[in-house]
T-cell receptor
Framework: DAKTTQPNSMESNEEEPVHLPCNHS???????IHWYRQLPSQGPEYVIH???SNVNNRMASLAIAEDRKSSTLILHRATLRDAAVYYC???????????FGAGTTVTVRA | GAGVSQSPSNKVTEKGKDVELRCDPI?????LYWYRQSLGQGLEFLIY????????KSGLPSDRFSAERTGGSVSTLTIQRTQQEDSAVYLC??????????????FGDGTRLSIL
């Protein structure tokens, strides 16, 4: 299975942007890049996904490198509520089982 | 609208007892998943239901674990003769359709199970 690598932790100030990197050098052509996050004492929450082109939604933006070997989740203006563990995963079209690694723990300072 | 609901939110029980965990998926979602998350660990897949198809039970760690889904909606995960290593957060998720990476999974807040 293709794997992802993320930094263990990142810190940000409130109302500043946060850029969360994810490396996936062994990604295959049919793998989609998905991001989930998990707030304390809550279940995981879907954030965004993409294949090749950059994607935007109300929660975040996803910037995908041209060679698809890396991507960056962008939170445009961090709030205290964005403090969570963020998981970057790869999913093939037939892959219904989610599997998270350690993720990146994001801390937001007021 | 209503999200995935799990009950109880917390369960403390003695080793050797049986426990039942309940999941109410989002209305209309045909796919339902159970996962567990141990302290400091990642997400571990347990079982998956899709419509009337046979469930994928490949992630169940032992025959003490079983799950059913009645009427294509509510699901119950049962753990018999609980052991201390069963202590974890048990998460349920649902999605409109399985087998497609475009479909995000919607999670409940889990049941925190503690075995004394």
């Amino acid at each position: 299975d293709a794997k992802t690598t993320q930094p263990n932790s990142m810190e940000s100030n409130e109302e500043e942007p946060v850029h969360l990197p994810c490396n996936h050098s062994t990604i295959s052509g049919t793998d989609y890049i998905h991001w989930y996050r998990q707030l304390p004492s809550q279940g995981p929450e879907y954030v965004i996904h993409g294949l090749t082109s950059n994607v935007n939604n109300r929660m975040a933006s996803l910037a995908i490198a041209e060679d698809r070997k890396s991507s960056t989740l962008i939170l445009h203006r961090a709030t205290l509520r964005d403090a969570a563990v963020y998981y970057c995963i790869l999913r093939d079209l037939d892959d219904y089982k989610l599997s998270f690694g350690a993720g990146t723990t994001v801390t937001v300072r007021a | 609208g209503a999200g995935v609901s799990q009950s109880p939110s917390n369960k403390v029980t003695e080793k050797g007892k049986d426990v039942e965990l309940r999941c109410d998926p989002i209305s209309g979602h045909t796919a339902l998943y159970w996962y567990r998350q141990s302290l400091g660990q990642g997400l571990e897949f347990l079982i998956y239901f899709q419509g009337n198809s046979a469930p994928d039970k490949s992630g169940l760690p032992s025959d003490r674990f079983s799950a059913e889904r009645t009427g294509g909606s509510v699901s119950t995960l049962t753990i018999q003769r609980t052991q201390q290593e069963d202590s974890a957060v048990y998460l349920c998720a649902s999605s409109p359709h399985s087998g497609q990476a475009l479909q995000p999974q919607h999670f409940g807040d889990g049941t925190r199970l503690s075995i004394l």
